[in-house]
């Protein structure tokens, strides 16, 4: 008979001290029987479990809590057609990284006008194809993008990247891309030398962002860039608040309602000629999802648990590496105890995680359940050393 899972660090202490913006709302999971019901269908290797009707719900609620700002999807969470079907249904726009992402999206319909293609450093054939394809608004974070862009597309919708504080985001994005406020004049300068559209701004708060005020900074420092635009005669149009809404893993998080307190407030005086969108990516598709793996083997030395899953860093698990820690579920329960945790390949960076704790019972071939994973796992996963990539099954 199955023991029923046990959830490891759930409700881990944390130094927050705006306690009242965390965990105001009750936040959806896949409900776990269902995990339950897929394996009976067997196990070969690991998988993503995924229901999109929680992904539809999370949609609604976006739209709901934030009436005034309408979600382009970040395809690269995870780009599964099924899940991107749904997104489509439910109205929403699109954010590419890549020419790849693009095609899934055409071969769905999408018309290419709801794309953005937000990746600061394209390649000149990928902006050629995307504009090609009908792409009309391309993303910029310097001179050089902004020439490359132009030259290629002089009609070019275009929105600057600015730098926003990633305070408090579990997977920072900060310090690769985005401008620092003084180097934007340059870049209106130039926009206007060209007859270049400069239209927007964007910029992202860093994914899994546990702090709404990073929203109401990004957004009072894109109204400043706003009346730069104006004044040198330009005609911003677009507002893009980026991604990094949150969902709850073993840390306390603001829900999408409190974070549309901060958003919908600091909009107040943004002019309704303006059109003002967001990348979500996680918050859509994380709690919809399940991912499986298995111990494939345990290892003692020098006085040292090793675990070793079939799934690790290269196989969809490496959001871990960063520090984000995931509610895993395991059928043990043994007293807890510190465990290295990594993945099957022969790379030494291949480890998940060190010294976490884990029933000390648990061993080669346990099921391991990993909550709320439906972002940026299968998204991730590679065939490095010829280990397979996990499947997605869709409920
Ligand atoms: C440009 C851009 N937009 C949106 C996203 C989605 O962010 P999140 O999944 O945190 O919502 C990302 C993630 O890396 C990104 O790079």
């Given at each position: 008979m199955a023991v029923r899972p046990v959830a490891l660090k759930k409700s881990q202490a944390t130094?927050?001290?705006?306690?009242?913006?965390?965990?105001t709302h009750p936040e959806i999971r896949l409900e776990f029987r269902h995990v339950r019901e897929a394996l009976k269908q067997g196990y070969t290797k690991p998988f993503l479990l995924v229901d999109t009707e929680i992904v539809r719900n999370k949609v609604r609620r976006f739209k709901g809590a934030m009436p005034r700002v309408h979600p382009h999807y970040a395809v690269k969470a995870n780009p599964d057609p099924r899940v991107l079907k749904v997104l489509i249904e439910e109205g929403a726009g699109f954010e590419i990284a890549s020419i790849a992402e693009l095609d899934i999206l055409l071969e769905l319909?999408?018309?290419?006008?709801?794309?953005?293609?937000?990746?600061?450093m394209k390649s000149r054939d990928y902006i050629r194809y995307a504009a090609e394809k009908g792409v009309e608004w391309f993303v910029l974070d310097s001179l050089e993008e902004l020439r490359k862009i132009v030259s290629i597309k002089p009609d070019a919708k275009l929105y600057v990247r600015i730098e926003a504080p990633n305070v408090g985001s579990d997977w920072p994005l900060a310090g690769k891309f985005g401008m620092k406020a003084q180097e934007v004049d340059a870049i209106i300068a130039e926009a206007v030398g060209l007859k270049a559209d400069l239209a927007g701004v964007t910029f992202h708060v860093?994914?899994?962002?546990?702090?709404p005020e990073n929203w109401r900074v990004g957004i009072q420092s894109a109204k400043r860039v706003f009346r730069k635009m104006r004044l040198a005669g330009l005609d911003p149009r677009l507002l893009n608040i980026g991604g990094g809404y949150p969902v709850r893993h073993v840390k306390p998080i603001p829900s999408i309602e409190k974070i549309a307190e901060v958003v919908n407030h600091a909009l107040r005086?943004?002019?309704?000629?303006v059109r003002v969108m967001a990348e979500p990516g996680r918050y859509f598709v994380s709690d919809a999802g399940f991912f499986v793996c298995r111990v494939v083997g345990t290892a003692t030395r020098s006085g040292k648990r090793w675990m070793y899953w079939d799934a690790g860093v290269f196989g969809g698990?490496?959001?871990?590496?960063?520090g984000l820690r995931y509610d895993v579920l395991t059928d043990r329960t043994g007293k807890l105890v510190p465990w290295n945790i990594a993945g099957?390949?022969?790379?030494?960076?291949?480890?998940?995680?060190?010294d976490e704790l884990f029933p000390e019972d648990l061993q080669e071939g346990d099921f391991i359940y990993i909550a709320n994973a439906g972002a940026y796992t299968t998204a991730y996963a590679s065939n490095f050393n010829g280990f397979p990539l996990p499947d997605v099954r869709v409920i």
């Open positions: 130094s927050d001290t705006d306690s009242h913006l965390f965990d319909g999408v018309p290419a006008q709801e794309v953005c293609y937000s990746n600061p860093g994914s899994q962002c546990r702090n005086d943004v002019p309704q000629t698990v490496i959001e871990t590496t960063e099957p390949t022969c790379d030494s960076v291949d480890v998940c995680m060190r």
